[in-house]
Nanobody
């Protein structure tokens, strides 16, 4: 079955960095685009970044553009999100996502990122 397992979250001071990882299994990873979303308390889940199946194309939310980099290693079935210059408003649970079809979308369990002093 499809599994997405996020890791790398934690507490960091403003201005710090974190690298999130998402290990995927149960599908042919290199065939699918991958995305990172986040959900802050009381807010809707929002797209943070996405990357094409081959890693050639990426896209970012305006709120993280210039501070974050999404990347993937198809040999390791893993997608990453490097986040720099973190701000308190980046505090959220970060989720890995893959859409395998129109009605087939999968999420990981999420990893908490807390940015505070």
């Amino acid at each position: 079955q499809v599994q997405l397992v996020e890791s790398g979250g934690g507490w960091v001071q403003p201005g710090g960095s974190l690298r999130l990882s998402c290990a995927a299994s149960g599908f042919t990873f290199s065939n699918y685009a991958m995305s990172w979303y986040r959900q802050a308390p009381g807010k809707e889940r929002e797209l943070v970044a996405g990357i094409s199946s081959a890693g050639v194309s990426t896209r970012y939310a305006d709120s993280v553009k210039g501070r974050s980099t999404i990347a993937r290693d198809n040999a390791k079935n893993t997608v990453y999100l490097q986040m720099n210059s973190l701000k308190p408003e980046d505090t959220a649970v970060y989720y890995c996502n893959v859409r395998l079809g129109v009605l087939s979308r999968f999420w990981g369990q999420g990893t908490q990122v807390t940015v505070s002093s």
